[in-house]
Structure formats: C-alpha cells, structure tokens
C-alpha cells in the first residue's frame, strides 16, 4: 500500500475521532455548563480514559475551540449547496433553511452552549465575546449567498438590507422559548421566508374581507 494513501486513511480516521470526541462533549458542556465540565468528564463520555484524550486535544479549551469550528465549517457548508435557479428565490431560501436545520438538529447541545456563551466561553473563543457574533457571522455568509443566487429584481434592497432583516427574524424564530420542533424546519422554514420577502401585513383583500 503506498505510503501517501496509508497516511491519508489514518489522517481521516482521526478527525472522524476528533468530531466523535466533539460532539460528546458538546452533550457534557450542555448539561454540566462550560465552566464545571472537566476534562476527564469529556474523555468519558468520549468512551476515553483522560491521558488517551490528549492524542486529540490538549485542553478543556481547545475542545471548545474546536466544537466552535466544526460548527462554523459545517454551517458555512449549508451555504454552498447547490442552488437551482429555476426555482423561485422563496423556495431557494427555503431550501437553505431547511439544510440548516439539519445541521441545527445535528448540533443541538452546542447550540445551548453558544447561547449561554459567558466569560469562559468567550476567553476560550475570543469572537464570542460580542453578544452579536453569531447574528454577524450568518448575515456575512448570507449577503454573499445573496450576491450569488438571487437576482437583482427578485429583492427591492440591497443584499446587506436583505440579509439583516432575513437573519434577524430567523434568529428570533430560533430563540422562541419551549418550541420543541425546531425554529427552521418545515412549515416554519416558509413562515420565515415569507415574512422576510412580504412583511407582516395581511394582504388588502383578506383586509376588506374578500377571500384571496
């Protein structure tokens, strides 16, 4: 067996580990908090014995680091699936939203973590001391997602209008306190996009009482 594809099989058996590793500890983090989770606790639920576990990571925080990463290579992912233009620019953002829940699901205790991210998260990563951060790295990868598969006379507003006003109602689906199915799943997913697209108000035939 060539030396160069023995080196590649066990360089991605490690970072199949590495994420194993990850998302375990993305459950102790969830349920112990950042601060009182130990390392021996994420070896654990790892299936490791704690000296085993610096193979992979040196500390506490690097495992932190390193969730946050996965997150974010993942997510960015979502944004360049393929995008069929033929399809109205609603069902394309649909369509987005819908991979995101997929990774959202996959994810999920490390969303709880993110969001209760306090001064030992963010010394651990330094871009998650801005209560923004997460609201600013989506609108950035929308805008340019914009820039490449919406026309220019599908939206009235800039991409940087678009992207602000698209990011901000689907976070706060998101943050909506005991929905268990998720904020960007299925009919929810179009209930976003179509309060992006065509705001709150009722259109003027169900006003005046006339079935559309």
Same mark, same amino acid.
């Given at each position: 067996?060539?030396?160069?594809?023995?080196?590649?099989?066990?360089?991605?058996?490690?970072?199949?580990?590495?994420?194993?590793?990850?998302?375990? #500890?993305?459950?102790?983090?969830?349920?112990?908090?950042?601060?009182?989770?130990?390392?021996?606790?994420?070896?654990?639920? %790892?299936?490791?014995?704690?000296?085993?576990?610096?193979?992979?990571?040196?500390?506490?925080?690097?495992?932190?680091?390193?969730?946050?990463?996965?997150?974010?290579?993942?997510?960015?992912?979502?944004?360049?699936?393929?995008?069929?233009?033929?399809?109205?620019?609603?069902?394309?953002?649909?369509?987005?939203?819908?991979?995101?829940?997929?990774?959202?699901?996959?994810?999920?205790? $490390?969303?709880?973590?993110?969001?209760?991210?306090?001064?030992?998260?963010?010394?651990?990563?330094?871009?998650?001391?801005?209560?923004?951060?997460?609201? @600013?790295?989506?609108?950035?990868?929308?805008?340019?997602?914009?820039?490449?598969?919406?026309?220019?006379?599908?939206?009235?507003?800039?991409?940087?209008?678009?992207?602000?006003?698209?990011?901000?109602?689907?976070? %706060?689906?998101?943050?909506?306190?005991?929905?268990?199915?998720?904020?960007? @799943?299925?009919?929810?997913?179009?209930?976003?996009?179509?309060?992006?697209?065509?705001?709150? $108000? #009722?259109? $003027?035939?169900?006003?005046?009482?006339?079935?559309?």
């Amino acid at each position: 067996m060539p030396i160069r594809t023995s080196t590649a099989r066990r360089e991605r058996a490690r970072e199949h580990t590495r994420r194993d590793i990850l998302l375990a #500890a993305a459950e102790v983090f969830a349920r112990r908090g950042y601060a009182a989770a130990t390392l021996a606790e994420l070896a654990e639920a %790892a299936g490791f014995a704690a000296p085993s576990l610096y193979r992979y990571f040196e500390s506490k925080e690097e495992i932190f680091r390193s969730l946050v990463g996965l997150f974010v290579r993942e997510m960015d992912a979502t944004f360049e699936e393929p995008v069929d233009r033929k399809q109205p620019l609603a069902a394309r953002l649909e369509a987005l939203l819908r991979a995101q829940a997929r990774t959202a699901e996959a994810f999920r205790s $490390a969303f709880s973590v993110l969001d209760a991210a306090g001064p030992e998260l963010a010394a651990a990563v330094p871009a998650l001391r801005s209560p923004r951060a997460g609201l @600013d790295y989506y609108e950035s990868r929308l805008v340019a997602w914009l820039r490449r598969h919406a026309a220019r006379d599908e939206v009235r507003e800039p991409p940087e209008v678009v992207a602000r006003a698209f990011a901000g109602i689907a976070f %706060a689906f998101r943050s909506c306190p005991g929905d268990p199915k998720g904020p960007l @799943d299925g009919a929810r997913a179009r209930q976003v996009v179509d309060l992006a697209l065509h705001g709150f $108000a #009722a259109p $003027a035939s169900r006003r005046r009482g006339v079935s559309p």
